[in-house]
């Protein structure tokens, strides 16, 4: 019995008393629930509450004058059933829209803190829209046992990341688990991720969302908000993601998720929106911070309109200190209590937009990210551009800190395989880790994120399979999706009547990409699927497509168990030479860690139409042997011989990749070279060879 | 929720009848927990028709309480509803759970 936690008044039916000012959101005490939120141009607040689903609330409660400190309004109410509760706020303060003040105490509005969210508990199902309390806050009893689980301390030099949607990543039929579409089907496929031997995931936006944002009929199909690039709650799990959402329990059914995944010794990475909310602009609903203080979370021009640096409506005003501190507090609950190993931001460069739109120098809220002691290991990964025109790939304000997204990655190196020219001296720059993007002494060894697919644009295989982009089915006329994707069908558009010689070739090219980016210095990110060639049939924007166009089919995963197999090779192979994630403990005498050859060794070709790019990698092994990979690669559309770098006279060369080979890409043992002599690389093809002591 | 100590020989059978919510959940763990000391415990589950969250966590410090008394629990026969919560959030794999009694008591007289 606490003095401070007993009743001080009465309001009708409901004990109650001030509460905890330094609280934010609802939270359990003994007894009651605390209620605590902050708005600076609140004139009055109340509290209200409903039993769970029903639209009319059964108490609405003002917060007394004597329950504010500051802008904070905080109260507990005592014996309340918690796990029958869903809670809104309504704020009363000044309408000026010029101003940016859009107070409008009608609306019922989400805790912006709620750990639980419902309204949405089900995917899919369709919403009462006469609700005019449509997101709704749930109090949540955080209490878990992690069995000793932390987020991973392993450096983050062994990342090899994933990137996965969880709905989409076992709700097709196909995927063969029970709970499908869900944070409990995931789970079921962490044999399959282990076996694959990627030591990350990365999820796509999991903060709820509405799926129904948005959501058109196209041609008969249902087109919903499938990616969910559109925050309703920043700090609550997307309940439709969990099998047991219906009841609630998503925060346990995603920490399972994550503990288990960690036990597994994979890591959480959460794609996280912090660049705009579901609000949209102007016309856009009043979910939470609209009615809560909408000047100071959202960019506005001096008239009070919406900046749209995001290119979704509005732009969350980063570098204001509340909202900075919500976007920390955020982060450091999801380590904390989700245990989350790190995030991937989304359109990051607006993260150091200062509070008129222009970018900062030194922003505060990427400084505070960098140096905070709860995220002291967390991956900071940026998405270092904005749909505002800012692009900031190389030149990110990173601390030492941040990692990014590394697009020039991507477009060169798709450019060099599809055969253009003047790309030589570019791949050879991405394989060997970026350094004239990022430089090693002030980013460190993880700054560059390596990747040729992501989410956004075409799968691997569609890379490979379509020179155009085919977005009919989502309904803007094929307006949508980027133009600048560098891909190369091979000759044939697509997968009617495909040639069998033209099937060949895009098995060898997804091959080719797969090496590349495995053997890159810097941390390679592959897009869940394209290890078995999934495909979203040439779509290159399927952000609306709850369906067979974005669902992995894991049919395919016997169909090309070639590829399947060839990835799950390469990543084992990676893992296996310390000197690919810049981990080796010293490097052969006479050798330089990282070096870069033509047809001839040591005779880079930077002309426009070489093909022909070597790099040759020299390190330790783990138990301190010298080790030496040699990949070349050949993107011409013919066969070129390359001579391979002498090695120390005790050693020889032998081939263990050579994706000519089809089927047999992965040698069962390599084959010795004769060093006397030259190898023919077959056209658009890569080879990786090891040196073995002789 | 009602509690009875069903049986108490050299097993412990205590059968639950009702929900396991916020309202039930901190006076049933604390009911079962003053019947524990040395004894195996086979919890009937069969008449308990809803586990909330709150519920989840009263069977895991039931478990938990018992393991460091150095006996254990098994929920015998719980309902198709509580099994499919029980295995979407994961506590499946830290609360015994088998299908009937009989074998809960199979499965401490293996034990010994």
Same mark, same amino acid.
């Given at each position: 019995m606490r003095i401070d936690m007993s009743p001080t008044d009465v309001y009708g039916d409901f004990k109650i008393r001030p509460g905890l000012f330094l609280e934010n959101g609802s939270s359990i005490v003994p007894g009651g629930v605390n209620f605590s939120i902050y708005s600076t141009g609140a004139k009055s607040c109340e509290l209200v509450l409903f039993h769970s689903h029903e639209k009319e609330p059964f108490a609405v409660i003002p917060f007394p004058e004597s329950y504010k400190i500051g802008s904070v309004f905080a109260m507990i109410v005592f014996d309340l059933d918690y796990e029958n509760l869903e809670y809104g706020f309504r704020v009363d303060g000044e309408y000026n829209f010029e101003r940016g003040n859009v107070f409008d105490k009608t609306k019922t509005l989400l805790d912006p803190y709620a750990k639980l969210v419902s309204g949405r508990n089900v995917w899919g199902k369709q919403p009462d829209w006469s609700n005019e309390f449509q997101y709704r806050s749930k109090v949540i009893l955080d209490d878990f046992d992690w069995e000793g689980d932390v987020p991973l301390q392993t450096p983050h030099n062994e990342l090899i990341i994933y990137e996965a949607h969880v709905r989409g990543f076992t709700k097709d039929e196909s995927s063969g688990v029970k709970y499908k579409g869900t944070y409990a089907g995931l789970r079921e496929k962490i044999p399959y991720l282990k076996d694959l031997g990627v030591t990350a995931i990365e999820l796509l936006p999991i903060f709820e969302f509405d799926e129904f944002e948005g959501a058109r009929e196209i041609d008969g199909n249902k087109l919903l908000n499938y990616w969910g690039y559109s925050t309703v709650g920043f700090f609550a799990p997307k309940a439709g993601y969990a099998a047991s959402g219906k009841y609630s329990m998503q925060a346990d059914e995603l920490k399972t998720l994550i503990k288990e995944l960690h036990q597994n010794n994979i890591r959480v990475i959460l794609d996280v929106v912090f660049n705009h909310t579901a609000e949209g602009n102007e016309h856009g609903p009043y979910i939470s911070f609209k009615g809560l203080d909408n000047n100071t979370y959202y960019i506005l021009t001096p008239d009070g309109y919406y900046y749209n640096f995001s290119g979704c409506g509005n732009t969350l005003n980063c570098n204001n200190s509340i909202v900075r501190n919500l976007i920390l507090d955020c982060l450091r609950y999801w380590v904390g209590t989700y245990h989350v190993d790190g995030f991937r931001f989304d359109l @990051? @460069?607006?993260? %150091?937009?200062?509070?008129?739109g222009s970018p900062m120098s030194n922003p505060p809220l990427l400084e505070s990210l960098a140096y905070d002691p709860i995220l002291k290991n967390a991956i900071l990964i940026a998405e270092a551009w904005d749909a505002g025109g800012l692009y900031q790939v190389g030149n990110f304000p990173a601390y030492g800190r941040w990692a990014e997204w590394n697009g020039k990655y991507r477009d060169d190196v798709r450019q060099f395989l599809k055969g253009d020219a003047n790309r030589a001296g570019a791949v050879a720059a991405r394989i060997t880790g970026s350094e004239d993007i990022y430089d090693r002494y002030w980013r460190g060894d993880c700054a560059s994120v390596n990747f040729i697919t992501c989410h956004d644009g075409f799968t691997l295989y569609d890379l490979f399979a379509?020179?155009?982009?085919?977005?009919e089915a989502n309904g803007w006329g094929g307006s949508? %999706? %980027?133009?600048?994707?560098?891909?190369?069908n091979c000759g044939w558009e697509g997968d009617i009547d495909l040639p069998a010689d033209i099937n060949f070739l895009r098995h060898k090219m997804i091959k080719n990409a797969a090496a590349i980016l495995l053997t890159s210095i810097g941390i390679p990110m592959i897009l869940a699927g394209d290890e078995f060639g999934n495909t979203q049939y040439g779509n290159n924007n399927p952000y609306c497509q709850d369906n067979k166009i974005s669902w992995l089919d894991w049919s395919m995963l016997e169909r090309n168990a070639d590829l399947h197999k060839f990835f799950r090779a390469m990543i084992h192979f990676r893992k296996n030479h310390p000197v690919l994630m810049r981990m080796s403990k010293g490097i052969p005498l006479g050798y330089p860690m990282l070096s870069v050859h033509g047809k001839n060794a040591w005779q880079f070709d930077n002309s426009a139409e070489n093909r022909v790019v070597g790099v040759m990698f020299a390190g330790k092994t783990a138990d301190g042997a010298d080790d030496f990979i040699y990949i070349g690669v050949n993107a011409h559309w013919e066969s070129h011989g390359v001579w391979l770098p002498a090695l120390p006279q005790n050693m020889t060369w032998q081939v263990e990749v050579n994706t000519d080979l089809g089927d047999a890409a992965i040698y069962a043992e390599p084959a010795q070279l004769n060093s006397a002599e030259q190898f023919i690389i077959g056209a658009r093809s890569v080879i990786i060879c090891t040196a073995r002591r002789i | 929720m009602k509690v009875t100590l069903e049986r108490n020989d050299d097993i412990k059978i205590i059968s639950l009848d009702g929900q396991l919510d916020v309202s039930t959940s901190d006076n049933t763990r604390d009911e079962i927990i003053a019947l524990l000391d040395k004894k195996p415990v086979i919890v009937s589950m069969a008449k308990c028709t809803y586990v909330s969250s709150s519920g989840l966590r009263a069977l895991l410090m039931i478990a938990k309480t018992a393991k460091s008394k150095g006996t254990k629990v098994i929920y015998a026969e719980p309902i198709e509803e509580v099994v499919d919560v029980l295995k979407m959030t994961g506590f499946i794999k830290m609360l015994h759970c088998v299908g009937s009694i009989a074998e809960a008591e199979r499965e401490f007289s293996h034990a010994n």
């Open positions: @990051a @460069a607006i993260l %150091g937009r200062n509070q008129d379509y020179n155009d982009k085919h977005n949508d %999706g %980027g133009n600048d994707n560098h891909s190369w | -």
